[in-house]
């Protein structure tokens, strides 16, 4: 198993920036991709964006490309989600997940969540 646990939400201007933390515990970090999914009230978990194993491919939703950077650390255990640019409609509740090797933009393929970090933008 594997226990996520997000950090760094919270309230900022838009134009603003943002970095969330998700810390990994539990089996080894490294055979997981990670993903970052966003959530709001009354629909359904948006791909944010995916890293590979190794760090070295990273996919993002056409609505943050440019303006999000995913990263991640192996030997901390952490995968980070900087947010520049920020705009209202990036509102939401923000996830961490995990799934083992290969990255998706699926969240049905991911089997580990973390418990969530609210980001709210305002205008």
């Known amino acids: 198993q594997v226990q996520l646990v997000e950090s760094g939400g919270g309230l900022v201007q838009a134009g603003g920036s943002l970095r969330l933390s998700c810390a990994a515990s539990g089996r080894t970090f490294s055979t997981y991709a990670m993903g970052w999914f966003r959530q709001v009230p009354g629909e359904e978990r948006a791909f944010v964006a995916a890293?590979?194993?190794?760090?070295?491919?990273?996919y993002y939703a056409d609505s943050v490309k440019g303006r999000f950077t995913i990263s991640r650390d192996n030997a901390k255990d952490a995968v980070y989600l900087q947010m520049n640019s920020l705009r209202p409609e990036d509102t939401a509740v923000y996830y961490c997940?995990?799934?083992?090797?290969?990255?998706?933009?699926?969240?049905?393929?991911?089997?580990?969540w973390g418990q969530g970090t609210q980001v709210t933008v305002s205008s």
């Open positions: 997940a995990a799934r083992q090797f290969v990255v998706s933009n699926t969240a049905a393929e991911y089997e580990y």
């Open positions: 890293i590979s194993r190794s760090g070295v491919n990273t």
